[in-house]
């Protein structure tokens, strides 16, 4: 497992990478697991992860939804219907009234028991009421927890608003092998209510996700965004604020020596 700054770490360069940030693949399957229809409803299918499916943290989900304003939402719930985290992504529908795909990640905070449950819906626009309800009961491979730096910004500890000073929260999680793509998940979905009480927050745009990670023999971590960053960004001060959170959360990790954000794909859109 990867271990912060303060510790040795004597694993070689490929082995690193592959821990930091994990080989892209979350759903452990049992053969069986491959007969299993993607659940679904009338306007939400989930493709991935299969119902039954043993699963690591972050999870990566994957299907297609006719929803209003391309909105889809989630969560995830403990045995217990507790819920453990939750949030919203977007399809790509072309048009009102059209199907269009998802694919975001999720992060699984410290549990008791393995067992969860994936949820995702549409929130009706007339009540915020759940419609369309897919239910998928999943197991992770592992339910021992781990902490995990954050960083935002705080106007209490930085009263001048200097830009590039941010913060740590710790947060718990269930035990990754893809520490790095568990926080940057984590980071961009923001601080959570306890921690916006204490004056916590994020410049990053709401709506933004990962859409790729990767860490060079060398150090360099490339971490390409999509979604609600891709529009206009502009501000020397703003810009350089977005990078701080990235680059200091990431920079957590020994491996990591320098970071790279590209944004679909393209260099230079992050910078001053």
């Known amino acids: 497992m990867l271990r912060l700054k303060h510790m040795k770490n004597l694993f070689i360069p490929v082995f690193l990478a592959l821990i930091l940030i994990g080989a892209g693949c979350v759903s452990v399957f049992n053969v069986d697991n491959f007969k299993v229809a993607p659940a679904s409803s009338e306007n939400v299918t989930v493709n991935l992860p299969l119902t039954g499916s043993v699963v690591t943290n972050p999870i990566h989900v ?64 007339k009540d915020g009421s ?13 339910n021992d927890s781990t902490e995990i730096k954050l960083y935002f910004h705080n106007d209490i500890f930085d009263p001048e608003i200097t830009c590039t000073k941010v913060f740590p929260v710790i947060r718990k999680f269930t035990v990754t092998d893809s520490i790095a793509r568990a926080a940057i998940v984590s980071l961009l979905q923001g601080p959570n209510e306890n921690e916006q009480l204490q004056n916590y927050s994020t410049v990053i745009p709401f709506r933004t996700e990962l859409k790729d990670i990767s860490l060079s023999d060398d150090g360099l ?24 959170e990235i680059e200091e959360t990431m920079k957590q990790f020994e491996s990591v020596k320098s970071v790279k954000v590209l944004i679909d794909g393209e260099e230079n859109r992050l910078e001053p």
């Open 130 to 142: 759940d419609q369309d309800l897919v239910s998928i009961p999943l197991t992770l491979d592992r």
């Open 62 to 125: 994957v299907g297609e939804a006719r929803v209003f304003e391309n909105v889809i939402s989630w969560r995830i719930k403990d045995d217990s219907g507790k819920i453990l985290n939750s949030g919203t992504s977007e399809t790509a529908a072309l048009d009102m009234g059209q199907f269009g795909h998802f694919d975001f990640w999720l992060t699984v905070p410290k549990v008791s028991s393995p067992n969860i449950v994936l949820e995702v819906f549409q929130a009706s626009a």
């Open 221 to 244: 971590l490339t971490v390409d965004l999509k979604g609600a960053i891709a529009g206009p960004i502009g501000g020397s001060c703003y810009v350089s604020a977005i990078a701080a």
